[in-house]
T-cell receptor, first 111, second 113 residues
Framework: EDKVVQSPLSLVVHEGDTVTLNCSYE??????LLWYKQEKKAPTFLFML????IEKKSGRLSSILDKKELFSILNITATQTGDSAIYLC???????????FGTGTRLTVIP | NAGVTQTPKFQVLKTGQSMTLQCAQD?????MSWYRQDPGMGLRLIHY???????DQGEVPNGYNVSRSTTEDFPLRLLSAAPSQTSVYFC????????????FGEGSWLTVV
């Protein structure tokens, strides 16, 4: 059975801290792994990862994929209160039309 | 650009009532889908469609019906609402096939009392 598991489920940090969010997966026909940030509304796209070991970076956020060990991490450095959100990991499968989502990690950044 | 438009944003229903969540996209995407999001459960696929006239069930289809008479519209119907259907619903669309960006609507918050 396909599954995507995120950890931790929730996390509370102080502004300025660095956080690492984890996503492991077991799916058939893996094509890519995607990270989304969800505040109060729809998820917004952060990264798409298709190759192992190549870091994607956007400002204070970065992510990397390990296709051998079947996991990805999302790093956020120098966290700000605006980073408070649910972070969703999803897997795109070749030949499938749907994304398979993990349960999400709720990040709360305290001033 | 409208993208994916969902209505209504908020709705309160009584148990047993029926209603339709509307979803429309103006990007000529073949693929559309409905997800529900519950605390600690991530997004779970309800129904999806790969084109006009074609629909299929996702992970949690019970209690919901869909139809796809046009490329643009993909309504989700609750025939007899139950408290277990209290959730946030997201419509999404993408150009056909994996590898293409998926676009989400803003969400519909549904409470069944």
């Amino acid at each position: 059975e396909d599954k995507v598991v995120q950890s931790p489920l929730s996390l509370v940090v102080h502004e300025g801290d660095t956080v690492t969010l984890n996503c492991s997966y077991e799916v058939t026909n893996f094509r890519s792994l995607l990270w989304y940030k969800q505040e109060k509304k729809a998820p917004t796209f952060l990264f798409m990862l298709t190759s192992s070991g190549i870091e994607k970076k956007s400002g204070r956020l970065s992510s990397i994929l390990d296709k051998k060990e079947l996991f990805s991490i999302l790093n956020i450095t120098a966290t700000q209160t605006g980073d408070s959100a649910i972070y969703l990991c999803a897997v795109d499968q070749t030949g499938a039309n749907n994304l398979f989502f993990g349960t999400g990690t709720r990040l709360t950044v305290i001033p | 650009n409208a993208g994916v438009t969902q209505t209504p944003k908020f709705q309160v229903l009584k148990t047993g009532q029926s209603m339709t969540l509307q979803c429309a996209q103006d990007m000529n995407h073949e693929y559309m889908s409905w997800y529900r999001q519950d605390p600690g459960m991530g997004l779970r696929l309800i129904h999806y469609s790969v084109g006009a006239g074609i629909t299929d069930q996702g992970e949690v289809p019970n209690g919901y019906n869909v139809s796809r008479s046009t490329t643009e519209d993909f309504p989700l119907r609750l025939l007899s609402a139950a408290p277990s259907q209290t959730s946030v619903y997201f419509c999404a669309s993408r150009r056909g096939g994996s590898g293409n960006t998926i676009y989400f609507g803003e969400g519909s918050w549904l409470t069944v009392v």
